[in-house]
């Protein structure tokens, strides 16, 4: 499979996260507090609960329901309830649009 246009950059911005749904993968696409945007499972490895309803800070996605925080760039858990990582795709930005390919995860 290859990257498909997720959203344009415009819909985005710092401190924020958009929940997409690519191929049936719902992804988080988010914005940290430098500008660069990010992808990551958009669901909770602690409960089915969507990431991008929770909170940007720096580098870390807060899930809203229980306070588990995942580093955006590893999707790795940094604080319980969550100790599995939630998968991180590569993003590309393409004349001021967002691609994401649902199928590859970045190896961490």
Do not use: N
Request: proline share 6%.
């Amino acid at each position: 499979m290859s990257a498909q246009k997720a959203c344009s950059r415009d819909e985005l911005s710092v401190g924020t996260a958009k929940r997409v749904v690519l191929d049936g993968v719902p992804i988080a696409v988010v914005v940290d507090s430098a500008g660069e945007v990010h992808a990551l499972g958009d669901t909770c490895t602690h409960g089915d609960i969507s990431l991008a309803e929770g909170f940007v800070e720096d580098d870390t996605l807060e899930c809203w329901a229980h306070g588990s925080r995942f580093e955006l760039t590893t999707g790795k858990p940094l604080t319980l309830p969550a100790y599995e990582p939630v998968p991180v795709f590569a993003v590309e930005i393409r004349d001021g649009d967002v691609y994401i390919d649902p199928s590859a995860t970045l190896a961490v």
